[in-house]
């Protein structure tokens, strides 16, 4: 069936799988209170407030974008929106999709510039248009027929620590690197958090959120890979890689090496896991080392043929257990659920991250 003007919103609601068909998946009653969110490790506050708006009824897919939301606004949280790092012109250049589970609708931007919050504008390609994904210009332009406003999402740290970037990428171009940058708190502060080695961390807010009544949506949204390439665009936006959900089986999502990702169809992957039986933990295990098996290439590997990037995926199922894992230990996850304060856990991991040298 298609989501196209003509139909019917009865026929709609009468395909839309019902909370029995989704108790059905795997036979088991529910096992863990709801609502319930799951979301990348600086998603605590947004976790908090996807289960208050679940809660107070709110569905599901907005309540992770009402969660992610505070994330994209927030300057200190330079991965995401407002703030976000920009790509390597200086520009910034947001990507961001939702999926709700119960109507298996979906909607996306990529390469959206000016517009602070991509989750609101990804959730009105779902409300208000037939297609999916929109990009660059389009999106921009939609954004802007609905209301949102253009800003300038470049920071003044998110311009310095760029300018940084530029200035050392190379030795052999023209722009000359400030020996007192370092001694800037901004830069500083950045060397710190991400370390100053191996200068393209990566960073994103995916959440993953299911109701009371079994229902299901997510969200992911992000600025990218540090210095990206212009117009590059990662597994965040894309439906079935960077999130996927399903209300009769669960949630998923992803954050870090987004070209790993989109490889393995991540998302849509540890929902197809859980669907044949697997914990979300055990579905996010299984499809990284399928990562590991398709990460081929020399210039991807450690010396030890493992990958070098790291990807962290995320899923929680119908019946409200929640699980999340890395390639790389190290990573935690946030979780909130109905009664218990949201909290920050340990990912399960492939490979135990060798400590940094001094
Ligand atoms: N997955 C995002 C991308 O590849 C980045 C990230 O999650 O850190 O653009």
Redesign the pocket.
Same mark, same amino acid.
């Given at each position: 069936m298609t989501q196209g003007k003509g139909v019917n919103r009865r026929e709609v609601l009468v395909a839309i799988p019902t909370l029995a068909a989704a108790q059905a998946f795997r036979g088991l009653p529910r096992q863990e209170p709801t609502p319930v969110a799951v979301a990348s490790s600086n998603g605590l506050k947004a976790v908090e407030e996807a289960v208050r708006r679940m809660e107070a009824g709110v569905l599901p897919v907005e309540a992770a974008v009402a969660g992610v939301s505070l994330v994209e606004e927030d300057p200190e949280d330079v991965?995401v929106g407002y703030g976000g790092l920009p790509n390597e012109d200086g520009v910034v250049q947001l990507?961001a999709a939702v999926m709700d589970g119960v109507t298996m609708r979906a909607g996306a931007v990529a390469a959206l510039e000016g517009i602070k919050h991509p989750s609101q504008v990804a959730l009105t390609v779902m409300r208000r248009t037939t297609r999916v994904l929109l990009v660059g210009a389009g999106a921009k332009k939609f954004a802007l027929a609905h209301g949102f406003k253009e800003e300038n999402l470049l920071t003044e740290r998110a311009r310095k620590i760029w300018l940084y970037w530029k200035e050392n990428a190379a030795t052999n171009d023209d722009w000359l690197p400030d020996p007192k940058a370092v001694e800037d708190p901004d830069i500083r502060w950045f060397i710190e958090k991400h370390g100053d080695s191996y200068f393209r961390p990566?960073? #994103?807010i995916h959440l993953s959120a299911v109701d009371a009544q079994g229902r299901v949506g997510c969200c992911t949204t992000?600025s990218?890979?540090f210095f990206k390439l212009s117009g590059r665009v990662?597994?965040?936006p894309l439906v079935g890689c960077?999130l996927y959900c399903d209300s009769e089986v669960g949630s998923a999502g992803? #954050?870090?090496?987004?070209e790993s990702?989109i490889i393995v169809v991540g998302a849509h992957t540890v929902v197809e896991f859980m669907r044949q039986g697997k914990t979300p933990e055990e579905a996010c295990l299984a499809t990284l080392e399928r990562v590991v098996r398709a990460t081929r290439e020399p210039y991807l590997k450690d010396p030890q043929g493992r990958p070098k990037n790291n990807l962290i995926l995320y899923a929680v199922n119908v019946h409200g257990e929640v699980g999340a894992a890395s390639i790389w230990s190290g990573t935690k996850y946030a979780v909130a659920r109905k009664g218990r304060p949201a909290e920050l856990r340990e990912c399960a991991y492939l490979f135990v991250r060798p400590k940094r040298s001094p």
């Open positions: 991965t990507d990566t960073g #994103t992000t990218g890979l990662g597994d965040s960077g992803a #954050t870090g090496h987004g990702n």
